[in-house]
């Protein structure tokens, strides 16, 4: 099952459309994360792109994927600093066959600054509340910080940590992916 989550999600990059986007890969021994972010629309105030996961984590014995669409811009003028607002759309399963359905609201904070040498911030939040909720979930709060370096203009390396949670009709709060992972962000 883990081979093929990771792999449908690498079988759609032959069809994505010559426009730059975004690919990410993050694992550690019992878990692993892919990211497909490409651009729909784009013009001089900002960047409207629609973006896809799929999460695997053997220690929750979670499956859950994410879609949606986020606006990114750069504010001001400040240097390396992008700002994206969006919503996502989550579909899985967890422990103890707790099926989850929401679709949570919130966004992302980048900020590297060339005054850094290559290194950089994320930051990101996620809250769907009851009423966007569905399945066995109640609501889900997704949270997550990370750290990289850009090894090359089109290749960042990083280190993340990750936490999902939801709550659920009979098991209450629930820790969905709380993980430490590494991996490369490509950009294509």
């Keep these: 099952m883990k081979k093929y989550l990771l792999l449908s999600l690498l079988l759609c990059l032959p069809t994505v459309p010559a426009w730059s986007g975004s690919f990410d890969l993050s ?10 972010a490409f651009p729909l629309r784009s013009d001089d105030y900002g960047t409207m792109q629609l973006e896809g996961r799929a999460l ?26 992008s ?6 759309l989550y579909g899985g399963r967890t422990d103890d066959k707790q099926d989850i359905l929401a679709f949570g609201v919130g966004g992302h904070l980048d ?21 966007f909720t569905g399945l066995d979930a109640e609501r ?3 949270t997550g910080l990370r750290l990289g370096y850009a090894v090359t203009p089109k290749v960042r390396v ?31």
């Excluded at 695997?56 to 600093?81: C, H, K, M, W």
């Excluded at 700002?83 to 996502?88: A, K, N, P």
């Excluded at 850094?116 to 990101?124: A, D, E, Q």
């Excluded at 990750?162 to 709380?178: A, L, V």
Aim: aromatic share 14%; charged share 20%; no cysteine.
């Design 27 to 36: 694992f550690n021994d019992t878990s692993a994360q892919a990211q497909l």
């Design 83 to 88: 700002l994206g607002v969006g919503g996502l």
């Design 111 to 131: 900020f590297a600054p060339p005054a850094l040498g290559g290194f950089g911030l994320t930051g990101k939040v996620y809250y769907a509340p009851r009423v």
């Design 56 to 81: 695997y984590n053997d220690q929750e014995d979670t499956r859950l994927g994410s879609a949606g669409l986020v606006f990114v811009g750069e504010p001001g003028n400040i240097p390396g600093l």
């Design 158 to 188: 990083f280190a993340e940590y990750q936490n999902i949670r939801s709550d659920f009709e009979d098991r209450g709060n629930w820790t969905i992916d709380e993980e430490v992972r590494v991996g490369f962000q490509a950009n294509f």
């Design 140 to 142: 889900l709060l997704e």
